[in-house]
């Protein structure tokens, strides 16, 4: 049977030996599907690749690989090639390690392109807060709360909703009460001028979701934990 470091090698070959699109993609999705950590060099380099298939399929497996992707993906970016960038800002969204936090902050605000301000936006929500040093959360939080309601308006529909599913999972993880009433506060006034329906509703979801976690904060009468109190951790509908 085959170790893994033979099969990533193999895999690895394979794309590297593809003389045609369709096999570059069945390549690309069968290293993927391998969850190989040996194979993220390799899974960055189709980010570049000029075969969109095989780039999702590569942003899919460096999801599924997750952390240990994350600082190779920082450190071979490719800031020249703008659809390897776009790809490898889709998938530092999809793992939501902090590491990534100046990429998603920056591509959020200030990408050209409307689906990486999207998935940008979607990985500020996603953030694992745990990998934060305590000392440092507060500025953190805000960092990512200033971006959110700065992408909020932006121009695209699409983009300001990803910012409100972003910031109604943002009041899950604030530490400072003022945090969640600038959200609620920019939520009414979205519900008041937002041009777009969609966007509309889904900020009631919101509201309606940060209303019900706040009633659901309750005691829970359990005799091995009375008096301890169970947050409602329900996410929002993306």
Not at 8 to 34: F, G, N, P
Not at 68 to 84: H, M
Not at 216 to 230: S, T, Y
Request: glycine residues 6%.
């Amino acid at each position: 049977m085959m170790n893994d470091s033979a099969l990533a090698q193999k895999l690895i070959r394979a794309v590297e030996e593809a003389d045609s699109s369709e096999r570059l993609l069945e390549a690309v999705k069968h290293l993927a599907a391998a969850g190989i950590e040996e194979s993220v060099p390799t899974l960055i380099a189709a980010l570049g690749y000029n075969n969109p298939g095989a780039a999702v399929a590569a942003v899919d497996g460096l999801i599924a690989i997750g952390e240990t992707a994350v600082q190779p993906l920082l450190e071979l970016i490719d800031n020249y090639n703008y659809g390897a960038r776009a790809w490898a800002v889709r998938a530092l969204a999809g793992i939501g390690d902090v590491r990534a936090l100046d990429t998603l902050l920056d591509a959020a605000k200030n990408d050209f392109s409307l689906s990486v301000r999207r998935a940008a936006a979607r990985g500020l929500g996603t953030l694992r807060w745990h990998q934060v040093p305590s000392e440092q959360v507060q500025s953190v939080q805000t960092q990512v709360l200033e971006a959110l309601l700065l992408v909020s308006q932006d121009p695209e529909w699409v983009v300001r909703y990803a910012a409100v599913t972003s910031l109604e999972t943002l009041t899950i993880a604030v530490t400072l009460p003022d945090q969640v009433s600038r959200i609620t506060e920019r939520f009414q006034q979205m519900i008041e001028t937002d041009a777009d329906l969609g966007v509309r509703s889904r900020v009631r979801l919101a509201q309606q979701q940060i209303q019900q976690q706040q009633i659901q904060e309750v005691f829970v009468p359990n005799r091995k934990l009375e008096g301890a109190k169970v947050p409602y951790r329900g996410g929002g509908r993306r």
